[in-house]
């Protein structure tokens, strides 16, 4: 089994900058992906950013430009760098993880963490 633990999230004015960070652990051979999504009230849940070993990382058209995804493979952590954040980036953000261990692909997901971007 794999656990994947968010934080970083909270209240922050509308131009400020924010870090999200995502640590996953357990039965863990290799992180192939390792991204962020958000889903606000009403909304469909959204790919944000993801970065994949040995790739370049992706970004929604959204974020481009004041986004900055990056890893630590040591430690199995993918973060999210956010700046000039604007109140439509409120939302509930997901750590998603593509993993393979014993010949096995699978998909985890964290339990979210709150960003909210409000003056």
């Known amino acids: 089994q794999v656990q994947l633990v968010e934080s970083g999230g909270g209240l922050v004015q509308p131009g400020g900058s924010l870090r999200l960070s995502c640590a996953a652990s357990?039965?863990?051979?290799?992180?192939?992906?390792m991204g962020w999504y958000r889903q606000a009230p009403g909304n469909e849940r959204e790919l944000v950013a993801a970065?994949?070993?040995?790739?370049?990382?992706h970004y929604a058209d959204s974020v481009k430009g004041r986004s900055t995804i990056s890893r630590d493979n040591a430690k199995n952590t993918v973060y999210l760098q956010m700046t000039s954040l604007k109140p439509e980036d409120t939302a509930v953000y997901y750590c998603?993880?593509?993993?393979?261990?014993?010949?096995?692909?699978?998909?985890?997901w964290g339990k979210g963490t709150l960003v909210t971007v409000s003056s």
């Open positions: 357990g039965s863990i051979f290799n992180i192939n992906v």
């Open positions: 998603h993880a593509v993993i393979t261990y014993q010949n096995t692909v699978r998909a985890y």
């Open positions: 970065i994949a070993s040995g790739a370049s990382p």
